[in-house]
């Protein structure tokens, strides 16, 4: 696996969590909408559940050499949290 491969895998890790959130949105909409707006991603709000999913999917995906690149992505851009209820 290289860079290009990863960030790729990791660019649809994002995509399908803004697409589970609520709103929901795209990531390459949200790359446009956004630009420049801060704690944008407080906008939308992502279950525990679906988010710890999608991670472990995309986690699958990857080898263990990006594991913590996945994190820091998520850490800076995933959907904030809401409660499921």
Known sequence: MNDKKAAGIIRMCLDEMYQASIP??????C????????LWFLEHSISLVD?????TKYRKKLSRLYYNSLDMELLNFSPGFKRDD
């Open 51 to 55: 988010y710890d999913r999608i991670k």
């Open 31 to 38: 790359e446009k909408k956004y630009v420049g707006v801060a």
């Open 24 to 29: 929901p949105i795209s990531w390459a909409e």
